[in-house]
């Protein structure tokens, strides 16, 4: 099923079909065989990519990198401080220097627009590695994971515990959808501060497409359920990347009951599996989780340290993954 996806940019799942998310799904799994082989696939040899970056990375800045780097591919990294884009430099200007340089641009920062703008004046394939509204390269790492698990991933069903609207919950409401997958995103129903439910026109069009494929998109504030049958959990971090740390306050009052705990994952089925895109605050083994513990007593917040650790997490696999499947992105556009 090789598809020609080349020349293309990768900037939200919407741009794709599912034929096409199939095909990049299978080439992740063949990039897997080959890196676990040892076999050599510099099929990329003599082109360039640069990694944008106005936002921190590990997972998805490594990924980039040594992805690139066993396809063959020469990499720079610009991280939040070195390039001259939004400072003193549009987007656009960015775009079209970068564009004759390189092969491929990656970018991680705030607005959807930016990586739009870049893919619009670029001239060459842009992917985003994360942006407010979409997080496209961590949903496939995380269906894939799932076909690790499961093998065919049609009629699963998966939960998302935390605030409705986020990258990640935006990406794999998307993915599920196009993919046959039940998709069920199970928090408060009223305000969250700072954050907002999903779009509802993103909300619709992802009804369609679910309605189109036979599966199902839930929205309830009822952890029984939301757990009822899924067969994977998933949660995210409470305050996001570049939000305002003002919001843990609320976030921790009113999230603190989608916690991921054994019981929770006891409701789901009993063969379910706990993923999460990383990092976690599981425990109090980082800055900000010790700060948070200090202020509000919160030793755990979006799941425990238990279920984080148990055999259900699949969350290192997951972030693995990460390699693969965007290993599989930048040979699909770049070939
Ligand atoms: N999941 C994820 O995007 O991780 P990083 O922020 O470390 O890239």
Known sequence: MALNLSGRSFLTLLDFTTEEIEYMLELSKDFKNLKRMGAPHRYLEGKNIVLLFEKTSTRTRCAFEVGGMDLGLGVTYLDPGSSQMGKKESIEDTARVLGRMYDGIEYRGSDQSIVEELADKAGVPVWNGLTNEYHPTQALADILTMREEFGDTRGLKLTYLG?????????????????GINFCSCGPKGDVEGATHFDPELLETCQKIAEENGCTIQLTDNIDEGVKDADVIYTDVWVGMGQAEELWKSRIKLLSPYRVTSEVMAKANPNAIFMHCLPSFHDIKTTIGAEIAEKFGVTEMEVTDEVFESDKSRVFQEAENRMHTIKAVMYATLR
Request: charged share 25%; proline share 0%.
């Open 163 to 179: 605030k409705e609207q986020g990258n990640v919950s935006d990406s794999l409401m998307v993915i599920c959808a196009k993919l």
